[in-house]
């Protein structure tokens, strides 16, 4: 695969050298895995799932995982034109080669994504065609809570958290593998492991779970991580080549929460609150900003507002974070969480916007799914943000929430509405409210409810857009809820859902959740060919009827998720059980004595692990502001001299600029930054290298805040960098010194065909160079076009042996892309077959 990287698009997410990827000797190897995100690069390389099982696997030596994103589909064109299989991204293996591919499925609307991949990879679709030469498939992530729609596809699904889990099932697939067990033998001692799912093992129903086949094997009981260990989450994450979606370093705090939302199967499955101590989440921290130099740090959690020790572990963070230009995103706080004290420390950091999710407009709606915030907790939240320079809100709500009314509805423009009004002084903040059609999922309480049709939420978001319609200063954003009502059909969907996703796979559906690429008219054909009504899945269950995921048990017991929904439909709210009191839900071995209620956990060692209260004289001192250095100072100037050549020659500017700053920050270079709202390293450049061009010379220009002492600067900051980057030369120039683009460059071209094609390309450029001009028709970026001379730029084209030139450039006149010169004299040859290098350059 590696070879088409001159006709990919995106050619550097393809490339597997980013930095802390991991590679090893094959012949060292006593098994191989794949872990596949059926989403694109940019997407799975901002999960942080995939990166825990990444590391956890490969610290053992005879273990290799590499990674598998859906290609773009351009690129998959390309791969099919050529007749070449899809590979792992660090070695170029294709998939078939492995022993296990494991998928994260973290939401439903990538299933035909899974089908995707592996038609790419030539291996059968249904886990009966499969046979002993092919891989192990296995899956993941929250959607295989319920995962009967996907089940004839898979071999093995793992419930639950997987730190462990895969590690267990690598030792017993190389003991397969040693002792030459059949496909069949693995798969069922497979399933004697907590977590894993074995589908070919349950039989298929009419209505309700499968039936089990083995009566020593009737349910699955979710894989539980009981504590959260140091070594088992990644300190030196990889870091992409590509922008990701969250390009950050992610560090998870806590794992789990107990606010019971009534609506949230994360939150109901994840079920305890497993806390990091504070300690190790700085070391994390600290280790992670060292080995990747990114500029961003979020602390993850389902509720990082709920962390027991947070103004603690702010405290403990802060000043490393000050010190590195780093800001600190706390995802999913909740309306109160975040005292007056760290507000304003967050303040001094960079700013970005306000997230809150009310989930519903009214106090009533929020008390029936059991939301836990109330009206006045937001907008001192909110006024809180606005009185410290925040300006942007973003607001979550759902539609078609058990109960609803008009009210409700009206009631999420009333509270936007209030919110602006907390803003005071010079502040006009922006408000966003972004409704999705609520969607029943399986082990929630609301599983049994009814979802709203595609027509009802239209029309309800036509209502809202009526309502929000005169404000400027508040917006609308809604989800489609064509895509919500698929997900509906197979959060609550049976086996009998596989032929459907097979069919519209067929008809080209694929990156469903990707607004440009799904169409309800190919589901709706699918759905109808296959003999499926998809509204029957939408429709209200009787508590009573067998549920078809009955067999896998998540934690919560159907007993306690019940009595919720009975409390939601009389309005009535829990309580966090984090502080005490016990609500039986059946999740924890412990119960309080006294309490009189039932261990339903059985004898596993299992209830909630929080960081341990301390009191306010031993957290560390509020750092005072205004007196650390000027970060905006400009000591020095440096000019930095690169080679960027092998994988290097395909990161795009934008990726380079992004991959010498991290190197830059790691090398702890004291680097100066420029003023104003989002501050950032001032790196500057004088001209892009197109993509795909090599350079021996290439240089950048960076200012720092004071000196920086280094023995050996060039070699302190390539050790950094990706395989084909190397900083050769570090010099002095004078401070506020502006880059100017060169006037002249060299540049060699190699053919790469037969000698005899490759010399009628060398004459090609002989008659270039006596031709008198030579007309290309260029487009602007506005869309005018205009027609440029070649000819006055070519100032000396000089043969260097067979198939090779030297091409000396003058772009006093005009510059033109080289590569659109080669294209332009020898349009008939492909990009893999010429290569292309600066070889010199007259800053």
């Known amino acids: 695969m590696r070879e088409l990287l001159p006709y990919f698009k995106n050619p550097s997410h393809y490339l597997g050298t980013e930095i802390n990827s991991v590679h090893k000797e094959p012949e060292t190897l006593s098994l191989r895995w794949g872990l596949a995100f059926p989403d694109l690069y940019q997407v799975g390389m901002s999960y942080t799932g ?8 490969n610290k053992r030596p005879e273990i290799w995982a590499e990674r598998v994103f859906v290609p773009d589909l ?10 070449a299989p899809l590979c792992t991204l660090e070695s170029d293996t294709p998939l078939h080669r492995l022993d296990v591919l494991g998928f994260s499925l973290t939401h439903e609307l990538s299933y035909t994504s899974l089908l995707y991949i592996l038609d790419l990879a030539g291996i059968p679709f249904r886990a009966r065609d499969r046979g002993e030469e092919h891989p192990l498939i296995l899956a993941g992530g929250d959607a ?84 959260l260990y140091q070594e088992q989450f990644p300190a030196g994450q990889m870091v992409p080549l590509g922008k990701a979606v969250h390009d950050r370093l992610n560090v998870e705090i806590a794992r789990g929460c107990t606010r019971g939302c009534r609506f949230c199967m994360a939150g109901m499955t994840g079920r305890p609150v497993r806390e990091r101590p504070v300690e190790q989440i700085r070391s994390l921290l600290c280790s992670g900003l060292e080995s990747t130099g990114y500029e961003d740090v979020s ?53 970005t916007g306000i997230t809150l999710a009310p989930e519903a407009g009214s ?11 109330s009206e006045e907790a937001i907008l001192e939240h909110t006024a809180q943000h606005f009185e410290h320079g925040w300006r942007n809100v973003k607001l979550y709500f759902m539609i078609g929430l058990p109960g609803e009314t008009e009210q409700d509805l009206e009631a999420i423009l009333h509270l936007c509405r209030s919110i602006e009004r907390t803003a005071s002084g010079k502040i006009k903040p922006n408000i966003t409210a972004s409704v999705a059609p609520f969607v029943p999922k399986p082990h929630t309480s609301f599983q049994w409810q009814r979802q709203d049709t595609v027509q009802e939420s239209r029309d309800k978001i036509d209502y809202l857009a009526s309502l929000f319609r005169p404000y400027k200063r508040i917006h609308l954003r809604w989800a489609d809820p064509e895509m919500s009502w698929l997900e509906g059909v197979f959060s609550r969907g049976d086996r009998s859902l596989a032929p459907a996703v097979e069919r519209a796979y067929n008809r080209g559906d694929v990156l469903t959740s990707w607004s440009d690429h799904f169409s309800a008219p190919t589901w709706r054909e699918a759905f109808v060919s296959t003999g499926l009504d998809p509204e029957s899945y939408l429709e209200a269950r009787n508590r009573s009827a067998p549920l078809p995921w009955d067999h896998i048990q998540s934690g919560p017991s159907k007993k306690f998720l019940s009595r919720e929904l009975d409390k939601a439909m009389q309005e009535r709210t829990t309580q966090d059980c984090r502080g005490g009191q016990c609500h039986n839900c059946g999740v924890c071995s412990h119960i309080p004595e006294g309490s009189g209620l039932p261990n339903q956990a059985g004898n596993k060692d299992i209830q909630p692990v929080l960081n341990p209260a301390v009191g306010q004289e031993e957290y560390p001192e509020t750092p005072e ?34 991959v010498l700053e991290r190197a830059m920050r790691k090398a702890d270079m004291p680097l100066s930054f420029t003023q104003g709202y989002h501050q950032s390293p001032r790196l500057s450049f004088a001209r892009a290298l197109p993509v795909g061009v090599e350079s021996l010379c290439e240089w950048c220009q960076v200012t720092l805040r004071r000196e920086w002492r280094q023995w050996q600067p060039e070699k302190s900051i390539t050790k950094y960098l990706p395989q084909g980057l190397v900083i050769y030369r570090v010099e002095e120039i004078p401070v506020g010194e502006k880059p100017r683009p060169s006037s002249a460059e060299s540049f060699e071209v190699i053919y790469h065909t037969e000698e005899e094609e490759a010399q009628s390309y060398v004459q090609a450029w002989r008659k270039a160079k006596q031709a008198s ?71």
């Open 50 to 57: 995939q990166r825990i099982l990444y590391h956890q696997l």
């Open 74 to 83: 351009e690129v998959a064109r390309v791969l099919d034109n050529h007749k």
């Open 144 to 227: 295989m809570y319920n995962p009967e729609p996907m089940a004839p596809f898979l071999d093995a699904a793992l419930i639950g958290d997987g730190e462990e889990a895969v590690l267990e099932i690598s030792d017993l697939m190389i003991r397969a593998k040693q002792g030459r067990w059949s496909r069949q033998g693995l798969v069922r001692a497979l399933s004697r492991i907590c977590g894993v799912y074995i589908p070919s093992l349950f039989q298929a129903t009419d209505e309700g779970p499968p039936r089990p086949l083995d009566p020593e094997y009737r349910q699955v009981e979710k894989r539980l991580q009981t504590t």
């Open 299 to 351: 602390f993850l959690s389902l509720s990082s507002g709920d962390f027991s020790q947070l103004e603690r572990l702010f405290l403990e963070c802060f000043p490393l974070c000050r010190e590195r230009k780093v800001s600190i995103s706390l995802p999913s706080l909740r309306a109160g969480s975040v005292s007056p004290a760290l507000m304003r420390l967050l303040a001094s950091l960079r700013r």
């Open 363 to 373: 106090q009533r709606l929020r008390n029936v799914i059991n939301k836990g915030i």
């Open 625 to 658: 502001l205004g007196f650390e250095e000027k970060s905006s100072r400009k000591a020095v100037q440096l000019r930095l001299w690169y080679e960027k050549t092998g994988p290097a020659k395909y990161l795009s500017q934008l990726e380079l600029q992004a």
């Open 773 to 843: 001009s030579l007309p290309l028709r260029k487009r602007s970026k506005k869309g005018k076009e205009k027609t440029v001379d070649v000819r006055e730029a070519l100032a000396e084209v000089q043969e260097l042996g067979p198939g090779r030139i030297r091409v000396e450039c003058d772009w006093s006149s005009v510059y033109i892309n080289p590569l659109e010169i080669v294209r332009l004299i020898t349009p008939q040859v492909g990009a893999p077959f010429f290569s292309m290098r600066k070889v010199d350059t007259a800053p």
